[in-house]
């Protein structure tokens, strides 16, 4: 996969291709909805969208924290690194908001807008910044039988849902997991 520095360096060589383009988002009671606007589908934007591809994968390497919780709520890669580019660029635009009203005039809900202009300029400033963040080493586990890896998974799971729950409220929850971390360590040194 590639570095940030390198998609930092291919999303320069966009920069004068896509200089009148822009980012649209709409998202609220109506769905979320991403479009590339002011330049018409062409080369550039299709390796665009291929490269936020990467962008959006790659972003699973950093730290949890660093990320606002709507990109880890986002499910395909291109829509994580489109909501990074909202949330952490710096360069997003409010647009105007809207009620959504259904048949009989009842409210259905908020829709809002925004943009982002100059997306390939705002997506290498975000690389080179989120090049300067160590990744998080993954520990890897050498277990002996297909067991120990089977029952490994719900503590990951767990772990993960801890961290989530820490974020939400607070040092409670990181000392329980710290002690359930440490006593699952534990666990395998006395099996030998």
């Not at 080369?43 to 699973?60: C, Q």
């Not at 120990?148 to 729950?165: C, D, M, S, V, Y």
């Amino acid at each position: 996969m590639m570095t940030w520095k390198e998609l930092q360096t291919e999303f320069d060589a966009l920069r004068n291709s896509l200089r009148f383009c822009r980012l649209d988002y709409q998202w609220g009671s109506a769905g979320i909805y991403y479009r590339i606007a002011g330049g018409g589908r062409n080369h550039a934007t299709r390796r665009f969208e291929a490269l936020a591809n990467i962008a959006g994968l790659k972003l699973s390497e950093l730290p949890e924290e660093v990320l606002n919780t709507q990109i880890h709520n986002t499910a395909d890669p291109i829509s994580k690194w489109y909501e990074a580019l909202r949330h952490h660029s710096g360069s997003f635009d409010f647009g105007f908001a809207a009620q959504e009203s259904g048949d009989n005039g009842e409210s259905l809900g908020s829709i809002f807008t925004g943009s982002l202009h100059h997306p390939a300029d705002s997506s290498a400033l975000l690389c080179l910044q989120f090049s300067s963040i160590p990744i998080e080493p993954q520990l890897k586990i050498k277990a002996k039988n297909k067991i120990w890896l089977n029952a490994n998974i719900p503590f990951q799971w767990l772990n993960t849902q801890f961290k989530r729950e820490a974020d939400d409220r607070g040092y409670l929850w990181i000392v329980l997991a710290f002690i359930i971390t440490a006593l699952l360590a534990i666990v395998p040194i006395w099996n030998h």
